[in-house]
C-alpha cells in the first residue's frame, strides 16, 4: 500500500493485499473494518471499504463418521428433526444454511439454496439422490437446535462429534460419487483445490455407496 497516497485515493484491493501480507486475523480486519466505516461516515471516503474476513480452513485431519453412526443417527432420528439432519449429513449443507429454511427449495429433482441463504451468497443448485423427496417433506423450521443435537447424539451412542462432522462426512461421499472436484465443489459451495486437498481419499468408494445406501433403505423402510 502507498502510505503518501490519501486515505481516499488507497483503492480496494491495495487494502486487501495490505492485510495478507501482515497475515493479519480477524480480530485485526474488523478494526480496520471499524476504522474504514468511520471514515465513510465522517467524508474522507466516498465508497465503503469491504474488507474480506480471513479464510477458515480444517486445521488437522479431517474427522467423519462412520456409516454405523450415521445409520444409527438416522434410525434415533426424529421425524421434525431428519430433515435438517438430511440437509447437513445427507447433503452437506452449511449448518446455518440448512436453518434458513424459508430460502430452500426443491423443484424438479433439485433443492435449491437460496443467495439468502448460501454462505457465498450465490445460488446454490443441488441434485438429490433419486427418491430423496421424502426427506425433503420432512425440512421443518428448527427451534432448541443445538440441546435436540445433543439429546439425539445420546440417543444414538455417538460419543465423538467434530465440529462440523456432518458436513465434511457428506463432503467426502459427494466427491466420491461425482469422481470431479469441480462438480462436488458447485454442490457443496467451496473450491475444488479445498475439497481434494481435504476429502480426496478419505472414504472408500465402496464405503460412499454404502452411505446414499442407507439414506435410500431408510426411504424404503419409511413408505
Known sequence: M????????????????????MGAGNTARRKVGVFLNWCLQQGFIAEAVKIPGKPSYPKGDIEILSN?????????????????????????????????VEHLSVKGGYLIVGANAAKTKSRRVLDLPEHHGHYASLIRPQVNLKKRMLSLRDESGITNWPRNVMRHTAASHWLNRLQSAEAAALHLGNSPVMLHRHYKALVTKDES???????????????
Open 209 to 223: 455407496e454404502e452411505f446414499f445406501g442407507i439414506w435410500d433403505q431408510h426411504v424404503k423402510t419409511a413408505k
Open 2 to 21: 502507498d502510505v503518501s497516497l490519501p486515505i481516499c485515493q488507497i483503492p480496494t484491493k491495495s487494502w486487501w493485499g495490505s492485510l495478507d501480507a
Open 68 to 100: 454405523k453412526d450415521v445409520s444409527s443417527l438416522i434410525k434415533s432420528c426424529p421425524s421434525d428433526l431428519l430433515g435438517h439432519i438430511w440437509l447437513c449429513l445427507c447433503l452437506g449443507l452449511r449448518v446455518a444454511e440448512a436453518m434458513k
